[in-house]
């Protein structure tokens, strides 16, 4: 799959209130994480056919800009924090704020011309929001759970385990949502259809795998492996052979892939 290399490269250091964006003219510009903000940065961007703006992956914050963008034409890579962060210690620069960080992503975009953040549709958008907020509902259950192992006062245990109740039926209706959701995409249908097909990954498995990684079926074996951050790398020098590792990617699909993998030892 060829990447397409663009004239212009916009880094963006995305935080949970503002944008921090470097243009291709050493320009750095702060804008406010919300629709008011995209706007003002939509305006500023002159050649949208020839710009690609680039953020790294922080947790979900970047994704309603990322889907703003591309719903406007405009080009976008999210990009591992590691790999950016590497770079930026390559070339000497080893101070970090918003600024420095927009700047490298920056540049690093320039020097190594990301992948493209697939175009994703509203179908495709609705799902990742379901999908993450199947996510807070599953964290939030199970702190509630750990929290009840070590309250004694009957009240308190009473209150603990209505909001458990509460939480597994919330569960229940996004989960219905969820499966509502794909019956009305073909393609997601067979995505979660095919991933389903194999040993150890459930219909919820394979729709974070869909949500969380919209690059599946893009790209090759070996760049997904890498862009989760499941491909082993050497660590190679001279005669030496060092032990393989893996690092980086998406946290969330690596630990669902994980439990994935449990699931599958099952069927040897």
Known sequence: MTNIIYQFNIGVD?????LDVSFSDQRVVSFENNLSGFKLLLK???????????????????????HFLQDQ???????????????AKALGLLAKNDVIDAKV?????????????PAANDTQQALDTLVHRREQLVKQRAMEKQHLETVGNKDAVRSIKRTITFLDKELERIEKAIKALIKTDPTLTEKVD?????????????LTLIADLPELGELTNKEISALV?????????????????????????RSILYMAALSAVQYK
Do not use: H
């Open 105 to 117: 992503i920056r540049m690093f975009a320039d020097a190594v011309n990301p992948k493209l953040l």
């Open 14 to 18: 995305v935080a949970k209130q503002k």
């Open 229 to 253: 951050g499941v491909a082993p790398f050497c660590r190679d020098s001279g005669t030496q052979k060092g032990k393989r590792t893996t690092w980086g990617g998406r946290i969330q699909v």
């Open 194 to 206: 095919r991933l389903s097909a194999i040993k150890g990954i459930g219909d919820i498995t394979a």
């Open 73 to 87: 034409g405009v080009a976008v890579s999210i990009v591992n924090a590691k790999r950016v962060r590497d770079y």
């Open 44 to 66: 500023e961007i002159e050649n949208k056919s020839q710009t690609r703006v680039v953020m790294e992956a922080t947790g979900g914050y970047e994704k309603p800009l990322a």
